[in-house]
Structures are given as structure tokens and as C-alpha cells.
T-cell receptor, first 113, second 112 residues
Framework: GAVVSQHPSRVICKSGTSVKIECRSL??????MFWYRQFPKKSLMLMAT?????????EQGVEKDKFLINHASLTLSTLTVTSAHPEDSSFYIC?????????FGQGTRLTVV | GENVEQHPSTLSVQEGDSAVIKCTYS??????FPWYKQELGKRPQLIID???NVGEKKDQRIAVTLNKTAKHFSLHITETQPEDSAVYFC???????????WGAGTKLIIKP
């Protein structure tokens, strides 16, 4: 099946710093990618839809200035958590669809200390 | 917009028994319904899906049924095994719309 690679898998950062997470579709082109946040034992919460060559579409309640999304190419979308705080600690996971099937990255465990 | 509800949130069954997870959706235009399995610490992976022109689909021990009139679909796992323990998510979408609307997830526990 298709492969979506997410990097890094784990990151620990200091409060106030920024962290960039990359999501790549390795063997297909993805004009649209999705960024989710997943709290422990909870479902996938869609944060934003990343559109190649245009602005991302953010879900209600998600701060676009805090979670910067860039989808500069058909195979790469990035999520930057700016001025991170401990409450931003979470599991972030991206996905890209090929046809109707969604393929997920490995996820990134972000810990802000 | 579409809303997907999933039940139960936790399901515990004896190894060898069957497990059934149910989802309902609100938008009658939705026509694609996948099920994903997420093992602890891993990414969700598609295990089975069904389109609205089909009422049932089977793949070995896993089956999905769809009732378009009632707008609900279910995942059936027979002869459950320890490796079936995971969180299962249902979702709904339109073919023409890339966004999947997710259910809240069901934690399936297989008791030895």
C-alpha cells in the first residue's frame, strides 16, 4: 500500500520554542493532507486540512497562528507548533488520501517541558 | 455536515467469541465507510471498507454491514484473537470530498 512518512516520531522541546513536524507521501502525490491531534485513549481530532499550493483550512477552535501548516509540494506538508506550551503536548498524526483510502504517518509524540 | 457516532466506547469479549462495533452517520449522501484499526502507539490502518452500493463485505474473520436506510454500519469480528485487541475507528465520507469524518473509537479488549 501507499506509504506516508512522518518525522520526527518523538520530540521534546522547551516551552516557548517552535517545533516542525514533516509529513511526506513517499510513493504518491497528495494534493490534500490532514493533520490530527490525538489525546490519550481518544479519537482523532482533525486540526486542519492542508492543501498544496494554497492556505490550509483549519477546524473550529484551532489557532492558525499557533499551528502553522505549509504544503509546498505534492509530497510534503509541514506542521509547525509555534511558541509551544505544555498543554500542546500530544500525539500529532498526519494522513494523506490516495483515492478514498487514507494512509497515516507514524505520528509524532510531542512533549513540551 | 456529517456526524458519525460510534458505540460502544469499550468492548471486552472472550477470546474466540464475536465482537460487533456499530456506527451511525447523519449525511445520507455519504457513500464510503472505512474501518481502521489502531494498535497502541501505532498508526491507524485500514482493515476493511464498504461503499454504499454494497450491503455487506467480508474478509476472512472481518465483515462490515451497511444499512443505508437506517444510516448505520457495523464491524463484525468473528473468532476473536488476542491480536485483535486495539482501538477501532469507523469513518464516513463522500467520494468527492477527501475529508473522512471519524467516529470516537472503540477499544476492543480480548480476554484470554
Amino acid at each position: 500500500g501507499a506509504v506516508v512518512s512522518q518525522h520526527p516520531s518523538r520530540v521534546i522541546c522547551k516551552s516557548g520554542t517552535s517545533v516542525k513536524i514533516e509529513c511526506r507521501s513517499l510513493d504518491f502525490q497528495a494534493t490534500t493532507m490532514f493533520w490530527y491531534r490525538q489525546f490519550p485513549k481518544k479519537s482523532l481530532m482533525l486540526m486542519a486540512t492542508s492543501n498544496e499550493g494554497s492556505k490550509a483550512t483549519y477546524e473550529q477552535g484551532v489557532e492558525k497562528d499557533k499551528f502553522l501548516i505549509n504544503h509546498a509540494s505534492l509530497t510534503l506538508s509541514t506542521l509547525t507548533v509555534t511558541s509551544a506550551h505544555p498543554e500542546d503536548s500530544s500525539f500529532y498524526i498526519c494522513s494523506a488520501k490516495r483515492g478514498t483510502e487514507a494512509f497515516f504517518g507514524q505520528g509524532t509524540r510531542l512533549t513540551v517541558v | 455536515g456529517e456526524n458519525v457516532e460510534q458505540h460502544p466506547s469499550t468492548l471486552s469479549v472472550q477470546e474466540g467469541d464475536s465482537a460487533v462495533i456499530k456506527c451511525t452517520y447523519s449525511d445520507s449522501a455519504s457513500n464510503y465507510f472505512p474501518w481502521y484499526k489502531q494498535e497502541l502507539g501505532k498508526r491507524p490502518q485500514l482493515i476493511i471498507d464498504i461503499r454504499s452500493n454494497v450491503g455487506e463485505k467480508k474478509d476472512q474473520r472481518i465483515a462490515v454491514t451497511l444499512n443505508k436506510t437506517a444510516k448505520h454500519f457495523s464491524l463484525h469480528i468473528t473468532e476473536t484473537q488476542p491480536e485483535d485487541s486495539a482501538v477501532y475507528f469507523c469513518a464516513a465520507s463522500l467520494d468527492s470530498n477527501y475529508q473522512l469524518i471519524w467516529g470516537a473509537g472503540t477499544k476492543l479488549i480480548i480476554k484470554p
